[in-house]
Structures are given as structure tokens and as C-alpha cells.
């Protein structure tokens, strides 16, 4: 896939996953391997970037002895996958286009 | 490899971060290591399942690089005002002209400059001041020959008249290094390839400055203990230079010149 697009992609599946409830980086890694390809290395900048784009927050809990970082959604995070979901109403559109006449 | 050498490794491998993201990504993979010995891996298998090291540094310098890049850091001037009662200044710096000036302010700041390719870690303990220069890997092998514009990049380091600093260890590269009407005890200096330029100075307990390309100029320098100039191809010039003790004057190839100097011996060493 497209570096680009897949980046965009998997910022709007972590937002998407915190959408539902905040988590952790392990288990973001465990929720999205399923749909799309991702590593522990790869969540790690897509994280640093959406924290100071301010579309989530971070705070730590403990857990078993040690501290956790936990990832929660901003009300910016929730407005940008409104608008990915917005924008991909218009991409399906034309995919569908493109692929009837193949 | 266990979790505290991956991690001894990975500090290695990034020590071209400042501190703070260091601690950030270990922070990140110490957690992500004991979530994976939690749910079931061995200590072994959670490190092997992170990938190689060398991935793994891309990843992250790519992600610095990139950030920088596209917040369009121009590079700004900044200030750090010591908070303690400073004894002690060490700068590890590098392509970075330096000048140590008096101030008429009540606190010892640092004027210096930051942008996309490099910036500064600065610590500060007890009565110590560190400042390292941190670069960022790309631009490392170039030597720095993109910064030409001292006016803009260059250090200062300004010292209140009052202040009682003990000891001012400068380092840098392919710079100069201006120190003038100071009073400080122990001075060294170091710069691989710029001029010194040391002027109305008092050290008491001795000054020794170190180059390899460049030349040494002092004027009116007053020491109780030891004056050593070391360099390779540069000239040294000193002139109404006074000491208690030996001045030792070393040069391959350059000239020496000596105008109005007292000291208990004088040595001037000519190699070559």
C-alpha cells in the first residue's frame, strides 16, 4: 500500500480504536493487526504525531507495579474521523465508479 | 537479548536524541516488553518480536527528522538563565563560534541557537552547568559546514560581574572562541579549527587552551598558576601577559610572538 495513504490510514484506525475506549500501546498493536499491518515500531511515531496534533491525550495509570500509558481521544480526534468517514463516503463513490467498469 | 540490554542498546542507538525523547521511546518499549511478558512471552521472545534494532532506529530517526522538517523549524535564538549559584560551565559543542562576556544583569544566561539540524541538551546540578551540543545523524558526517553564519548560531555565554564561577570548560569545532574581561579562576578552552581570542582576562588558578588549526591571541591576561597554549598550525600572540607560574607556548607550525611577559619560565616548544 501507498506509504502515505496507509499512514493516514492507521492514524484514523488508532483514533478509531480510542474512539471506542482508552487504551494502551500493546493493545492499540493487538486491535488493529487484524484489519491492517502494524508493529509496535510503527504505532510509536503515529502516537507521537497525534499527541501533538492534540487528537489524543496521554496519562498514566498503574498497573501491576509499574506505570501504563494510556491514549484517550480529544473532542479534535473525534471531529477528524467524523470527517475521514465524510471523505471516504466520497472515495467509496468512486471506487465503485472505477471498479464497474473493470 | 533481555529486556535491560535491548534497552542498554536502543539508548545507544539514539543517543543522537535529546534526553527527553530518549526517555520517551524507552519509556514506550520497557511497557511494550512487559505488556508482551504479561500476556504470556518470554522475556526473550518480547524483545525478538520488536524487530531489529536497526528497524527499529529508523523508524524513530525518520520520525524526528520528519517532525522537524515539516514544522518548518527556521531555527531560533533561546535563552537559559542558570538557577543555581554556578561553579562550574562545561560546553561540548560543535561548529559553534563561543563568547564569554560579562553582564551587566544579576543572573549567568546563555544566549544560543537551535534549528532542524541540531540543538542543545542543557543540565544544570547543584552547582554545574552542562550544554551539549546534540546533532542530528544526517547531518553529522557533513562536519557542519552548513552553519556559516556565526552571527546567527553562535553561543553566548554571559556571566554577571559579581558571580563566582570557578571553572569554565569550553569545547567546540571549527569555530572561535572569544573570551573577554572575565574573572575566573580556571579557564580551559578547546577548538579544533578557529582563533582564540583572549582578552582582559584574570584566572588565578591557570588558563590552558587546546587547537589544532587554530591560532591563539592574548592580550593582558593576569594567572597565579600555569599558562599553556597548545596547537598545531596555529600562530600565538601574547602580549602584557603576567604569571606566578611556568607558561608553556606549543606550536608545530606556527609563529610565536611574545610582547611584555612575566613568568617564572617560560617554555616554547617548536616541533617539526
Known amino acids: 500500500m501507498d506509504i502515505q495513504l496507509k499512514k493516514g490510514l492507521l492514524e484514523n484506525c488508532v483514533l478509531a480504536v480510542l474512539n471506542k475506549e482508552d487504551s494502551y500501546g500493546y493493545q492499540v498493536v493487538k486491535d488493529i493487526s487484524p484489519h491492517i499491518k502494524i508493529s509496535e515500531s510503527t504505532l510509536y511515531p503515529i502516537l507521537k504525531r497525534l499527541e501533538g496534533n492534540e487528537l489524543l491525550s496521554v496519562y498514566s495509570v498503574e498497573h501491576n507495579g509499574r506505570l501504563r500509558k494510556y491514549y484517550k481521544i480529544t473532542d479534535e480526534g473525534k471531529k477528524k474521523l467524523k470527517s475521514f468517514q465524510e471523505e471516504w463516503m466520497e472515495v467509496m463513490g468512486v471506487y465503485n465508479f472505477i471498479v464497474s467498469k473493470i | ?272
Open chain 2, 1 to 272: 537479548m533481555g529486556k535491560e540490554k535491548f534497552i542498554d542498546e536502543l539508548k545507544y542507538k539514539l543517543n543522537y536524541l535529546s534526553e527527553e525523547e530518549i526517555s520517551k521511546v524507552v519509556t514506550y518499549y520497557s511497557e511494550i516488553i512487559d505488556d508482551k511478558i504479561e500476556d504470556g512471552m518470554t522475556e526473550e521472545d518480547a524483545v525478538l518480536s520488536l524487530g531489529s534494532m536497526n528497524e527499529i532506529e529508523e523508524i524513530i530517526r525518520t520520525e524526528a527528522e520528519n517532525y522537524k522538517k515539516e514544522n518548518n523549524f527556521q531555527g531560533e535564538r533561546k535563552r537559559y538563565i542558570c538557577k543555581n549559584d554556578v561553579k562550574l560551565i562545561h560546553v561540548d559543542d560543535k561548529n559553534t563560534s563561543i563568547e564569554i562576556n560579562p553582564t551587566s544583569e544579576d543572573i549567568i544566561y546563555i544566549e544560543y541557537y537551535e534549528d532542524k539540524y541540531s540543538e542543545y541538551d542543557i543540565l544544570e546540578n547543584e552547582d554545574t552547568v552542562l550544554i551539549k551540543k546534540v546533532l542530528y545523524p544526517r547531518f553529522m558526517f557533513f562536519g557542519g559546514f552548513l552553519l556559516n553564519n556565526f552571527t546567527k548560531t553562535k553561543m553566548v555565554i554571559n556571566i554577571p560581574l559579581k558571580a563566582t564561577i570557578e571553572k569554565l570548560d569550553i569545547s567546540t569545532t571549527n569555530a572561535y572562541i572569544n573570551c573577554i574581561d572575565l574573572n575566573v579562576p580556571r579557564i580551559e578552552l578547546e577548538s579544533s579549527n578557529g582563533k582564540m581570542n583572549v582578552k582582559n582576562i584574570e584566572a588565578l588558578k591557570g588558563i590552558k587552551m587546546y587547537s589544532t588549526n587554530g591560532s591563539f591571541n592574548i592580550t593582558n591576561l593576569k594567572s597565579g598558576n600555569m599558562v599553556k597554549c597548545n596547537t598545531t598550525n596555529g600562530a600565538i600572540v601574547l602580549q602584557d601577559v603576567r604569571t606566578d607560574d611556568d607558561i608553556e607556548l606549543k606550536t608545530t607550525n606556527g609563529a610565536v610572538k611574545i610582547n611584555s611577559v612575566a613568568s617564572k619560565m617560560l617554555t616554547k616548544f617548536r616541533v617539526g
